[in-house]
């Protein structure tokens, strides 16, 4: 599980108390709980680790994989896809990038002129 923003035992006790109403605290009582205190009583017990953007912890469930390669990843879950490209339109960007290195490769060595004698 994921819990986004909490970053501190603190704030963990008071989701714990108030939000998820884990243990049942006198309303009188909440300006006095040590709401850091149980928080890290809940993390270490979980074992749980606080992380880039949030808490993470293990809630013994198995993790399902959805997909099985860039095959079946749908469109709207790509960063990007790359085109496809027919045969001849692929080989027609090999010579591109041919063409264009060993241009490139001119300009990194350039000719030395001998000098007459």
Same mark, same amino acid.
């Given at each position: 599980?994921?819990? !986004?923003?909490?970053?501190?035992?603190?704030?963990?006790?008071?989701? %714990?108390?108030?939000?998820?109403?884990?243990?049942?605290?006198?309303?009188?009582?909440?300006?006095?709980?040590?709401?850091?205190?149980?928080?890290?009583?809940?993390?270490?017990?979980?074992?749980?680790?606080?992380? !880039?953007?949030? %808490?993470?912890?293990?809630?013994?469930?198995?993790?399902?994989?959805? %997909?099985?390669?860039?095959?079946?990843? !749908?469109?709207?879950?790509?960063?990007?896809?790359? !085109?496809?490209?027919?045969?001849?339109?692929?080989?027609?960007?090999?010579?591109?990038?041919?063409?264009?290195?060993?241009?490139?490769?001119?300009?990194?060595?350039?000719?030395?002129?001998?000098?007459?004698?």
């Amino acid at each position: 599980e994921f819990y !986004p923003g909490v970053t501190d035992d603190e704030t963990l006790g008071r989701i %714990y108390v108030e939000d998820m109403e884990a243990i049942d605290v006198p309303e009188h009582l909440l300006n006095y709980f040590d709401y850091e205190a149980y928080g890290r009583d809940i993390r270490l017990n979980e074992d749980g680790h606080y992380a !880039p953007g949030g %808490y993470v912890l293990n809630n013994g469930g198995s993790f399902i994989e959805h %997909y099985h390669g860039r095959e079946d990843i !749908p469109d709207e879950h790509r960063v990007f896809s790359m !085109p496809k490209l027919n045969i001849r339109e692929q080989m027609a960007a090999y010579k591109e990038v041919i063409d264009r290195s060993s241009l490139e490769g001119e300009r990194l060595h350039p000719r030395k002129e001998v000098p007459e004698r």
